[in-house]
């Protein structure tokens, strides 16, 4: 019998080998043996393709029969390695932090094919645990309880979910038995249960306020921006490899200091590691060829301005030590080695983040929490919906502008310059002059195809790349969420224990709505700012045809 799965968000193809699935759609599994976080399938459509995996859910309801030797049919069950998940719908969410390069399709283009950017080099590959684990990305932080390496079967989750319903009216709290979802995996089940532990300095912690609005993070005292400048392209190895190396400056230390994007992309791994409920912006997407092309340079400096201005805005980001340490290790090797293996032993991630969090006095109401979660979650759905409609519109109408309008306009100019010729046969004085401004006149037309060909550069463009950026936030709330979710429903399940537990889901809680909050002011800032930008170059676009045109208009009242 052929595997099927239920879709649980709505996934759009954009590269091939992919295809597009919609929440609640079914669709068959070909192999239920992930690759690199996708599977292989066949939509309702027919199409055959990859999807994420953890954007379906796998249906295992069917259960095969064998005949023993009394003749007597018995159930039998496949067990499932930690690569066949058997995930439910309260455990799944969208997968965060698929790549720093992440930022396309339905909040997810991590591309299965793409190459690394760059090799990394001997300065980079420290043997240490550390240094391992840190190259497993999301996920990765130590547990702080004993993991297995396999799921029982069928017939022992059955007696242990019948465990877990008799947990809920004892002083027990039962764990999740999806030891892979991201509750667990982010450290958010072992806090709440009250097993994470760690040393927190006072420079650590992070302090959530009630602001106006509900819980908000205590904004950074000592605000800063960084600017990026043009990459230069540098060797090494006499000449066998390039990379490009950006030049950047905080301005809280006015000294600048090269990076590569590997470095960056190091940092995004970190920085996701160390906050499992902050939103850390996505990087550009990697490129395996072409990475010295002018356009692609280009596009990924304004992509890196992008993801730095939200960076430095961050109150929490901001100020972590290990992008401090990205930000002011100048050419320093051993220091930068140093900072780099200290991010990477930092006991302060998965359960024992939490711990660095100091809340208000005043505990949440955890029915309005929830409340507000469910309505989050249905504006990110609908925004990243009509995200993917803009930019496929503003897309589509920059080709028209760039190809389309320039041809047709260059068409009408050189029409205007064949009937000019076609006057000038008249060799009579006084059509010299109307025959000049019919020349002109095709001229400025010709110059007006062209500017419709530059525009898209200067107002389309950032549009298109903000709401790349917009993306990558939007795919990274479904784990942040989930993580609060988790820890509420665990308050729910022990009644006797919700006075123990109430404090530790208020911290989840606080966090999440203050990283929510702050989610709404820079899309507030960013999008009006935009939008803004916008409209001022479509003003002075028009302007400029408009200035072009009464130019043209003038030289008709020329009297020769």
């Known amino acids: 019998m052929a595997l099927k799965a239920r879709v649980l968000y709505d996934f759009h ?6 295809i597009s699935i919609s929440e609640n759609e079914l669709v068959t599994l070909f192999n239920e043996e992930e690759l690199e976080g996708w599977l292989e399938g066949e939509n309702s459509r027919g199409e055959a393709g990859l999807f994420p995996a953890s954007y379906v859910e796998i249906i295992r309801d069917h259960i095969t029969s064998s005949t023993n030797n009394n003749g007597l049919s018995s159930p039998q069950t496949k067990a499932l390695t930690p690569t066949h998940t058997s995930y439910t719908s309260s455990d799944t969410q969208s997968p965060r932090g698929l790549g720093a390069g992440s930022g396309g399709s339905g909040g997810c283009s991590f591309h299965p094919s793409q190459g690394s950017d760059d090799d990394w080099d001997d300065d980079w590959d420290d043997a240490s645990p550390a240094a391992e684990a840190g190259k497993q990305g999301l996920g990765s932080s130590p547990a702080m309880y004993p993991v297995t390496t396999s799921l029982p079967g069928r017939r022992e989750s059955s007696q242990q979910q019948q465990q877990q319903q008799q947990a809920k009216g004892s002083a027990t709290v039962g764990r999740n038995l999806n030891r892979f979802s991201t509750f667990v995996k982010s450290g958010g089940e072992a806090f709440l249960l009250g097993e994470a532990s760690a040393f927190v300095k006072d420079g650590d912690r992070i302090c959530v306020t009630m602001g106006k609005h509900g819980p908000e993070w205590q904004e950074d005292p000592y605000p800063f921006v960084c600017t990026i400048d043009d990459p230069t392209k540098q060797t090494k190895f006499k000449g066998m490899k390039s990379y490009m190396s950006y030049g950047l400056t905080p301005t809280h230390t006015n000294v600048q200091v ?15 590691e160390r906050f499992p409920v902050i939103s850390v912006p996505h990087l550009p997407e990697k490129q395996a060829t072409g990475r010295f092309e002018e356009d692609f340079i280009s596009k990924r400096r304004k992509g890196l301005i992008w993801w730095m201005n939200h960076m430095t805005s961050h109150p929490v980001l901001a100020r972590c030590d290990v992008f401090q340490h990205f930000l002011t290790c100048g050419a320093d090797e051993k220091a930068w080695k140093q900072g780099k293996r200290k991010a990477e032993r930092d006991e302060l991630v998965g359960s024992n983040f939490f711990l660095t969090i100091s809340t208000p006095a005043v505990p949440l109401d ?14 990110t759905k609908r925004m990243d919906e009509n995200i993917v409609v803009v930019n496929a519109t503003i897309n589509e109408f920059a080709r028209k502008q760039m190809a389309g309008f320039k ?11 064949l009937l000019g010729q076609a006057f000038e046969l ?7 002059g109307l025959n000049k401004a019919i020349a002109y006149t095709g001229e400025a037309y010709e110059a007006v195809g062209e500017y419709f060909a530059e525009q898209p550069r200067h ?33 729910k399940d022990c009644p006797k224990q919700e006075g123990e537990l109430h404090d530790r889901c208020n911290i989840i809680s606080c966090a999440t709505l203050a990283e929510i909050q702050h989610f709404h002011r820079t899309r507030v800032r960013d999008f009006r700012s935009q939008m803004q930008h916008y409209l001022r170059e479509q003003i002075v676009f028009f302007q400029k045809i408009t200035t072009k045109l009464e130019d043209a208009l003038q030289r008709y009242d020329d009297e020769e």
């Open 13 to 18: 193809s954009e590269n091939p080998g992919e």
């Open 258 to 272: 090269n990076r590569r994007y590997k470095h960056f992309d190091w940092l995004y791994a970190r920085l996701v």
């Open 366 to 379: 955890l029915q309005e929490v929830e409340s507000k979660i469910e309505g989050f979650k249905t504006f």
């Open 407 to 417: 041809k047709e306009y260059q068409k009408v100019g050189q029409s205007f310059a």
């Open 426 to 432: 008249d060799q009579q004085t006084y059509s010299a």
């Open 459 to 491: 107002d389309l463009a950032p549009i298109s790349d903000l709401l790349d950026l917009y993306r990558g936030h939007l795919a990274n709330f479904p784990d942040i969420i989930h993580v609060q979710k988790g820890a509420l429903t665990k308050v």
